[in-house]
């Protein structure tokens, strides 16, 4: 007992005012995580009237077609605007980084990425809609002035296109997010290890591959953490454009997981599968994490 | 100034937000126990943005000056709307005194025991002037049709009251033909006719899962197909269902206009608006708000309405789309939000409410010639009130039912499945998913 006692060292002051400062913190993250995904795991092995029916929820979450459909259709979606959106916005963030020198133009430019981003997904759904919509959709008209079409193109209602029409409405929102975090990374390549590289004749290629994407890596791994998350979370354009039509091809995980909860009122299979897609996604964060480790090595 | 340390500092900080957060619950606490000791000085409805909420939110002030109760219209979009009530009823909660209710909700919230009885708690009867069905719509459980196996057995009351009478209808262009068309063969043959380059002969409002289920169900009920026969069990696969939705989906398609599948109510309102397309199905929020709206609409004038056309069997089934207005269990205000309904509902308020836009259920108002005339489709309305129109089955499952046909209904529009593989498919989900809910399909 007096050997515990002794072992147990006092808390200094400035540790317990630390500890304070950190209470109301962990309180809300224990609050506003903690016990919803507590309520969660436990809907997940509940039937409706409360009863716990062990992972009956988690068999039929599995055994529903329309989960593999939906899996397909966001990892189709994540093909499409990841790599897209990651090399559209490493390109504008090299353009700026090496051709733009005028602080006031460098600023204007960052505003206009800013822009996209501030802009309620609802809205840009609404113009999505305005852009692809059949009969009046602005890209139509365009196509047939200029006469590179002459029938109507059906971007909404071929399964294909409608994939590619909600993708591109995603990289047109998410693509200054790409560029402004790698625009940021570019600021904190030393000048030094340029001037030095270019000194020893490396080229533009050469200054990239051994300079810029040294500094870079760790901001990638931050990047596809951050559009993963957001790719999960899609939903108010797709709704809008599309409805996950045709058919079910652009029902995305979110928009399967709403209705299941919002439309089947089956929240013990919605619970499971919101369980299954965070173990899932926790899986291939792992993963990528492995893959583009954080430290620069 | 006295120096504090900064034990202090964090020991007032804390004391000090504490305090503050505190304060809307003390306000909030306050205000509570107020609404239940005094008289009723509020009524909060929840209501669905748009053209159904509008007339409302137009007569609520006049309620307001002639009882002074305040009047507040919590408006939501239709989807918002519905889970906003459902999680309100789960909680019992009682932010809402009245609510906006489409009617395939009724099932729901019946099964929920989520409303209170307006018969029996507040003395509501049936008015001559207001058909049956209306009332029917709002009756839990369901008085004729098939009833749950849950609900079997219980006692019938009224929980809502039909505030818009939605009934689907047709309209088609009347300054190009003649004669209304009687049968679907006849909306087909004057598709044929009538299609052109840059016109369309028939417009399918086929847009995945609600849009392409309203669309087609008076379809496959006037062709003799339906998704659920008289005990539950599933009929969606059936040889009529089949032929009623190649019919929509492949014969009338072939004179439909580009984007079919992508098509919503805003989407064929404008083309019909613009002149662009020849006949549609149509809610009657679509002709006020868009078809016959001057200064909008370059066809005003120009369109008629009629009750569903006739499908083979000689019947033409029309489908309804009421909304209602409810009182949910939670509210503490049940006897002043039950005495806005019957005032609302008096013919001399109705017909105030109809001049500001709204969708009558009386008979005399409907044809009444004066109201009429701002409202060219109230005949065909009182015409298919009487026939009986159809209601979505009474089922709380209708919503999951609802989004598999109409995801198989968009698939066939879009030429992704065949109608039969399509129909085969959505009906062995819906079997499943009815199986899983306790009904014997």
């Known amino acids: ?297 | 100034m006295q120096r504090i340390s900064r034990r202090e500092f964090v020991k007032r900080t804390a004391f000090a937000g504490a305090m503050l957060t505190s304060i809307p619950a003390l306000i909030e606490a306050c205000t509570s126990g107020s609404n239940t000791t005094s008289k009723t000085t509020k009524l909060t409805i929840a209501a669905v943005q748009g053209a159904e909420d509008g007339p409302l939110k137009k007569v609520a002030p006049m309620y307001q000056s002639q009882t002074g109760i305040t009047m507040e219209v919590v408006e939501f979009p239709y989807d918002q709307l519905f889970e906003k009530l459902v999680t309100t009823f789960q909680a019992n909660g009682s932010s809402y005194d009245l609510c906006m209710m489409d009617d395939p909700w009724m099932p729901k919230f019946g099964t929920m025991g989520a409303l209170q009885p307006l018969d029996s708690n507040f003395g509501f009867t049936r008015d001559s002037d207001i058909p049956s069905i209306v009332y029917d719509v709002g009756t839990w459980p369901p008085p004729h049709g098939p009833v749950p196996p849950s609900e079997q057995g219980k006692s019938k009351h009224l929980y809502g009251i039909t505030i818009v009478g939605n009934v689907e209808m047709f309209m088609y262009r009347k300054d190009l033909a003649s004669t209304a068309p009687a049968s679907w063969n006849d909306v087909l043959a004057n598709a044929q006719k009538f299609n052109k380059s840059n016109f369309y002969g028939y417009v399918i409002r086929g847009k995945a899962t609600n849009p392409a289920s309203s669309d087609s169900l008076p379809i496959l009920w006037s062709f003799g197909g339906d998704i659920f026969d008289s005990s539950w069990k599933v009929v969606l696969d059936s040889t009529a269902s089949i032929d009623a939705i190649t019919f929509l989906t492949q014969t009338l398609k072939k004179y439909a206009e580009p984007g079919a599948e992508n098509t919503d109510a805003a989407d064929r309102d404008r083309l019909i608006a613009i002149g662009q397309a020849f006949q549609s199905t149509t809610w009657p929020a679509e002709v006020t708000g868009v078809v016959e709206a001057a200064g909008v609409s370059q066809v005003a004038g120009k369109m008629a309405y009629i009750p569903i056309p006739q499908g083979p069997g000689g019947k033409g089934l029309g489908m309804m789309g009421n909304w209602l207005l409810g009182i949910p269990k939670g509210s503490q205000n049940g006897q002043a939000a039950a005495d806005f309904i019957k005032w609302l509902i008096k013919t001399e308020n109705m017909k105030t409410y109809v001049q500001n836009g709204g969708i009558p259920t009386r008979t005399s108002l409907l044809n009444d010639p004066t109201l009429g005339q701002s409202n060219p489709y109230f005949p065909a309305l009182a015409q298919s009130l009487a026939a009986q129109p159809n209601w979505r089955p009474r089922t709380d499952q209708w919503n999951a039912v609802e989004t598999i046909y109409g995801t198989a209904v968009n698939q066939a529009v879009a030429g992704l499945k065949t109608p039969k593989d399509a129909l085969t498919a959505a009906a062995e989900q819906i079997r499943t998913a009815m199986k899983q809910a306790g009904y014997p399909s």
């Open chain 1, 1 to 297: 007992m007096k050997a515990a006692r002794a072992g147990r060292r006092r808390l200094s002051r400035d540790e317990r005012l630390a500890y304070m400062l950190l209470l109301p913190a962990l309180g809300a993250v224990f609050v506003i995580v903690t016990i919803p995904f507590v309520l969660v795991i436990i809907q997940s092995i509940s039937a409706e009237d409360g009863t716990l029916v062990g992972f009956r929820n988690y068999s039929r979450a599995l055994a529903n077609p329309l989960l593999y459909d939906a899996i397909r259709a966001t990892g189709v979606y994540s093909l499409i605007v990841l790599p897209t959106e990651i090399l559209l916005g490493l390109t504008f963030a090299l353009l700026v980084h090496r051709t733009v020198r005028p602080q006031g133009l460098r600023a204007a430019i960052y505003v206009l990425a800013i822009l996209p981003l501030v802009v309620p997904p609802v809205a840009i759904g609404v113009v999505g809609r305005l852009v692809y919509a059949p009969s009046y959709g602005v890209l139509n008209v365009i196509l047939e002035r200029i006469g590179f079409v002459h029938h109507e193109v059906n971007w909404l209602g071929d399964p294909t296109l409608a994939m590619l029409a909600v993708a591109s409405v995603d990289i047109w929102q998410w693509t200054p997010f790409v560029y402004l975090v790698l625009f940021s990374g570019l600021q904190t390549v030393p000048r030094e290890s340029v001037e030095a590289a270019q000194i020893d004749g490396a080229d533009w290629w050469a200054q990239f591959r051994y300079i810029d994407l040294f500094y870079l890596r760790p901001l990638f791994l931050l990047i596809v953490f951050f559009r993963l998350a957001d790719v999960l979370r899609v939903f108010d354009h797709v709704f809008i454009l599309t409805g996950g039509g045709p058919g079910t091809t652009t029902q995305l995980l979110s928009l399967y997981m709403y209705r299941v909860e919002f439309k089947y009122f089956d929240s013990g299979q919605a619970a499971a599968l919101a369980v299954l897609v965070l173990v899932s996604f926790s899986i291939l964060y792992r993963l990528i994490s492995r893959a583009l480790p954080l430290e620069r090595t």
